[in-house]
């Protein structure tokens, strides 16, 4: 069995973290790195970037380069029309069908993409081991985190990436939740917790019962769609409505505003610029938005930037009352509130989580890291059967059926605790009828239209009867993961029905199956763009220290002197064949030529040295040899 | 939403699926191999939580039940496990879940308490749901009130129609919901004394007398529910208003 991590897979970041000794640790870089930015890139010649060096090539190839993939995790193009038109990569996919995401002339779903963050997780985790002198470095299995709000496709499609990056996807489990756990090792034994979680994308607040090492889940609530990701985007519009009035600058051909006549480029400039003021503001009074790109910079003061943002962060209010409310709990009967996620160090929001629980909340973790050390305790509770620690959530958002006339039926109801099951009975309407059409959604309005739809299926195998005789019942059961199964069996003849699934924003085993093969298929091309890409940066290496000796303004008398009589002439012919082949993609001409110059100028090296040693021992500084 | 339970009087061993050994229903491990059991045939609620059939239940201990289980059977300590031990882990988790839920609410507690006592369910039929009108079977005790409020309504939704203020309007919403909010909290005294008398007669009582309480606790439960009909179209009305203010 290989090693187990714990995976923060966020809409900005991402994190991985391990338990040793009963102590979570997050796995950093060489550079002390905990964060690996949650962005992918494809590059020209083919090779995907990961993390930093996608970050980077947001600038520079802004339409080959995908962030912010949790937003579109499990959704359909209808539910992200609007945000896809902010963005500088091509969003797309068919009308009533998951998202796709094009990169140069490939497509990929967002389980696909987020499946390159994890498997840049799972190689620094190995890395990682394999340093520690561990014997099996091998990750093979994983607790993953999703925002406590996400509905049952957000959830499948993030488990669909796990699998699709080699890992066995132990559990989902929800951010806050997973917070507490980090924090209830060291905290308090007992009391009520409120866990506020504004992240890059998303917006969580649940309500825990903490006691005797039972981490209970009273109630949750949120908003999928609500983070510093929309901090940043009024920041944006802010700039690029000031850069209008104050002159075309880019030749603006009045498009849709706020993004319309800009480069992707553009916007990237201005976005990175933006975040580094929003970053300055949580210390300083004063931060400076700088654009150098565009000549653009402007002062903006915090008052500024919290008149802005205020209305967005106090969106985050009514999800907290109703959490409580179902809690059954007053603000006043909250013992501790603790912060979670980058854009709770905005000070805004610390103002406001403390007037609505009349506290100062928590945040000695940091807040971009707690999460990721609570998988990785929730990942060590469920492989090394330790006893006293459990976790008990609930699921987000009410389970129903549609019935007659478009309204739904609800089967399970939100704030359950989970696994939790459902049943209802289904009958015939006409004679002989031997399949039922059943519409599976969750949400909490009354009408199917108004809700999320998750599945539709067939229930077929019904025995002919007349009409209303069948009894069949259909069970729900929503698992430890707030994922959702569905069996049913008509109850007169005992005979248990097909089902086949359908997700209605979601892939089915067979597309997984695919897009795995797939991945492998595509991983060994990846492996060769990485291999050429090594072999030309090795010739690189050999062609320039071969021209540096070449162009030595004494070097006609070097070979004079030390040179064999047409030693120069093969060096220079062996230097011109590799260069010949390092612009094509041969792989294997580059590596052997560039032997060939090796080895070519291998005397030519010697002699170099020794007449540096001779100088230096001739009292002439090495440095000028 | 309750499943029905599936009465346990006709089944009252259950076969361990591991070693073949019989097990009392409400028995969770195989008493022989210490397996978890399937779910299969089971208990009701109370029985399921080892808790004996009574209405008047300390909130702490239910909870502390619930944990106890919670920490015996959930599926994060059967990772390892076999499959079917994994399957009984979760349907064993998941009953729990259902069975806390109902017996921590006082009302849901009642109401699974009739179903396994074999009452019929104490729904009544749609109401004033749909039709936006208080009718229905009325239950008895409430015929006064209903006959009130109906009258008060359609004069509000002529004085509506007529244009009138609608603040003026939310007073009158507002004086003639006030009877109904009384009979509510008249009401939930009833629905405790009764629910006292259900818990004397658990040991004492003979079946006649324990079933007229059970009847009358059906009653009572479905007057509640015509109550919070009553008081769902007030506040349905009410919305009206604010949306034609706003």
Known sequence: ?625 | MTPDPIPAQHVPTLECRNCGAGAPVDEHFCPQCSRILALGRHGDYFSFLGLPRRLTIDPAHVERRFRDLSRQFHPDYFYNASPAERLASLERSSYLNDAYRALRNPISRIEHLLAIEGLPPAKSEDLSASSGQAAGKVPPELLEEVFELNEQLDEIREARESGTDPAVLRDRLDSARKPIDLKREGHERKVESLSARWDQQLDAGDAAAKRATLEALRERLLERNYINNLLATIDREASSLDVRAG
């Open chain 1, 1 to 625: 069995m290989g090693k187990v991590v714990g995976i923060d897979l966020g809409t900005t970041n991402s994190l991985v973290a391990y338990v040793r000794d009963g102590v979570p640790h997050v796995i950093r870089d060489s550079a002390g790195d905990a964060l690996v930015p949650s962005v992918v890139s494809l590059g020209e010649d083919g090779t995907f970037f990961v993390g930093r060096e996608a970050q980077r090539r947001l600038l520079t190839a802004p339409s080959r380069s995908v962030y912010s993939v949790k937003r579109f995790m499990g959704r359909g193009i209808d539910d992200v029309r609007d945000e896809a038109s902010l963005l500088p990569f091509n969003v797309g996919g068919d009308p009533g069908g998951v998202v796709r995401i094009g990169l140069d002339d490939r497509e990929f779903t967002p389980p696909e993409i987020s499946a390159f963050v994890l498997r840049e997780l799972k190689q620094r985790a190995e890395d990682y081991f394999r340093e520690q002198g561990e014997f099996d470095f091998e990750v093979d299995r994983a607790v993953i985190t999703v925002p406590a709000y996400f509905n049952d496709a957000q959830r499948t499609a993030t488990r669909d990436a796990g699998r699709l990056a080699g890992l066995e996807v132990l559990r989902i489990v929800n951010e806050p939740t997973a917070a507490s756990l980090a924090y209830g090792l060291d905290q308090r034994d007992r009391g009520i917790i409120a866990v506020y979680d504004l992240g890059g994308g998303t917006f969580d607040i649940s309500i825990l019962k903490v006691d005797d090492g039972v981490f209970q889940v009273l109630a949750t609530n949120g908003d999928t769609h609500l983070g510093g990701d929309d901090i940043d985007r009024l920041l944006v519009e802010l700039v690029l409505r000031e850069m209008e009035s104050s002159g075309p600058l880019g030749g603006s051909t009045k498009q849709d505003p706020p993004y319309g006549a800009r480069s992707a480029e553009d916007i990237q400039a201005i976005r990175k610029a933006v975040i580094e003021a929003k970053v300055d503001l949580t210390d300083a009074e004063e931060a400076e938005i700088r654009v150098d790109a565009l000549g653009y910079r402007r002062k903006i003061t915090r008052a500024e930037f919290e008149q802005l943002i205020r209305a967005l962060v106090e969106r985050t209010i009514q999800p907290v009352r109703q959490a409580l409310a179902d809690a059954g709990l007053e603000p006043s009967e909250v013992d501790e509130a603790v912060l979670v996620g980058g854009s709770t160090r905005v000070p805004l929001v610390r103002r406001l989580v403390s007037e609505l629980f009349g506290r100062t909340p928590h945040s000695e973790l940091n807040p971009d890291e707690v999460v990721a050390l609570g998988a990785a305790v929730q990942a060590d509770i469920l492989v090394s059967g330790r006893r006293e620690m459990l976790l008990l959530d609930v699921t987000p958002l009410s389970l129903g059926i549609e019935t007659m006339g478009g309204v739904v039926s609800k089967i399970i109801l939100r704030n359950s605790t989970i696994p939790a099951s459902g049943r209802e009975m289904f009958t015939t309407g006409v004679d002989n009828q031997t399949a039922v059409d059943i519409h599976v959604l969750q949400g909490e309005r009354e009408l199917a239209d108004d809700c999320r739809s998750l599945a539709r299926f067939k229930l077929r195998g019904i025995p002919p009867m007349p009409a209303g005789l069948p009894r069949i019942e259909v069970r729900f059961q929503i698992d430890a993961n707030g994922i959702l199964s569905v069996a049913a069996s008509e109850l007169r003849t005992n005979v248990a029905q097909t089902i086949e699934v359908k997700p209605s924003y979601g892939l089915t085993d067979q597309e997984v199956e695919r897009m795995l093969i797939e991945s492998f298929e595509h991983a060994q091309a990846d492996v060769d763009a990485r291999l050429l890409i090594e072999a030309r940066n090795e010739a690189e290496t050999v062609i320039h220290a071969t021209e540096k000796s070449l162009r030595r303004p004494n070097f006609a008398e070097i070979a004079a002197v030390d040179l064999q009589p047409g030693e120069q002439e093969r060096i220079e012919s062996t230097l011109d064949a590799l260069k010949q082949v390092m612009a094509g993609t041969d792989r294997d001409a580059i590596r052997e030529r560039t032997h060939t110059l090796n080895h070519a100028t291998q005397h030519l090296a010697e002699v170099m040295m020794n007449r540096g040693v001779r100088e230096a021992l001739a009292g002439k500084n090495v440095k000028d040899v």
